[in-house]
Nanobody, 123 residues
Framework: VQLQASGGGLVQAGDSLRLSCAASGRTFSSYTMSWFRQAPGKEREFVAAMSWSGGVTYYAPSVKGRFTISRDNAKNTVYLEMNSLKPEDTALYYC?????????????????WGQGTLVTVSS
């Protein structure tokens, strides 16, 4: 699976932004898809995950209620809708894919990563 993230940009605090991650490969629908982010000077952290069917989602406490992950298996695409953005959401956002059903907040279970898309939120 190859992943291509897009949709990042410069926004103001309180604005919304939608990230997209397009995947290649015929088995996209069998993977759990997730978003991670890495802020300047910090380690990469988990943001959100969605199971292959879309029936199960997980969110980091810092984004729950503001971010929504979704996927369209027909388009091989996963999305991250980000609302009420804060300056602390500024980071490089990565999409990732895994066939492992456990430990979804952990980087090491993900075998496929996109190149990252930069989100900058100004105050």
């Amino acid at each position: 699976v190859q992943l291509q993230a897009s949709g990042g940009g410069l926004v103001q605090a309180g604005d919304s932004l939608r990230l997209s991650c397009a995947a290649s490969g015929r088995t996209f629908s069998s993977y759990t898809m997730s978003w991670f982010r890495q802020a300047p000077g910090k380690e990469r952290e988990f943001v959100a995950a969605m199971s292959w069917s879309g029936g199960v989602t997980y969110y980091a406490p810092s984004v729950k209620g503001r971010f929504t992950i979704s996927r369209d298996n027909a388009k091989n695409t996963v999305y991250l809708e980000m609302n009420s953005l804060k300056p602390e959401d500024t980071a490089l956002y990565y999409c990732a894919a895994t066939s492992v059903p456990l430990g979804l907040t952990t980087e090491r279970v993900y075998g496929y990563w996109g190149q990252g898309t930069l989100v900058t939120v100004s105050s």
